[in-house]
């Protein structure tokens, strides 16, 4: 599909025989580096009902949910948003929050957080998901990530024209040689592997961002800190890959720069340090 996208629009044609087009180049890159993220966006939330097999609460079937829909409606009012929507999947202790919109949004629970917290806890990791939605995590992750794909791309086809054209082609017509784009591959791994720390430095931040924000809605950090210690003690749920980094991850990475969460035990040292303060 971007495919024929840009073939429409013509921004694949940054190869002439005058050399490398820049502005065409840097159109083409930027087609190709924001549509991915910004469709991802705009589909997140039918994706992750459908990934999760969640069921969103119109109409709670007992306390439990009652109290779900009441607390979730609460602290969208603190925060100031549209109350979004309020799904439960079936799987072991996690949540998240998605959606391309502040307004109309969605915040899910697993079954097993809500049987393994006190209120308190849920609460405090709902008021987290809110904390997500009222600081445009999900949109701001998007356009970081198409902005980087657009360079990575750019970057990656100016250091190939420049191989191609200064070491190993004699091609007169500056048609691209095989050179071009074997440099231009290996570029696209080496600078993809860079915006990744990039990514995953502003996931870990929005981490301890939200946490601050949930300490703010419940009025105290103890909820969070005592949420966040129940995870470390337990087995948090895996979520499908489009969704891991919106939720919970209380495994330690293999390689912290590469994690989409800082260490549980520093996000409870933090709220420790906000609440003596």
Known sequence: ???????LLGVDRY???QGLNLPTLLLFSAVVGFSGSVISLLLSKPLAKWSTAARVITTPINASERWLVETVGTLSRRAGIGVPEVAVYEGCPNAFATGAFKNRSLVAVSSELLEAMD????????????????????VTLTLLQGTLNTFVMFLARVVGFVVDSTMLRTDENHRAGPS???????????????????????SRQREFRADRESARYLGSPGPMIGALARLADGETG?????????????????MALFASHPPIERRIAALKALQAA
């Open 238 to 254: 895996v979520l499908p890959s489009s969704l891991r980094a919106m939720g919970i991850s209380a495994k330690p990475a293999r």
């Open 1 to 7: 599909m971007l495919s024929t996208v840009v073939r």
């Open 15 to 17: 190869l002439t025989q």
């Open 180 to 202: 071009y784009y074997v440099t231009a591959f290996i570029c696209e791994i080496v600078f993809g592997l860079l915006a990744t720390l990039i990514v995953m430095w502003f």
């Open 119 to 138: 209120h308190r806890e849920v609460g405090a990791v709902l008021g987290h998901e809110i904390g997500h939605v009222v600081n445009g995590d999900m």
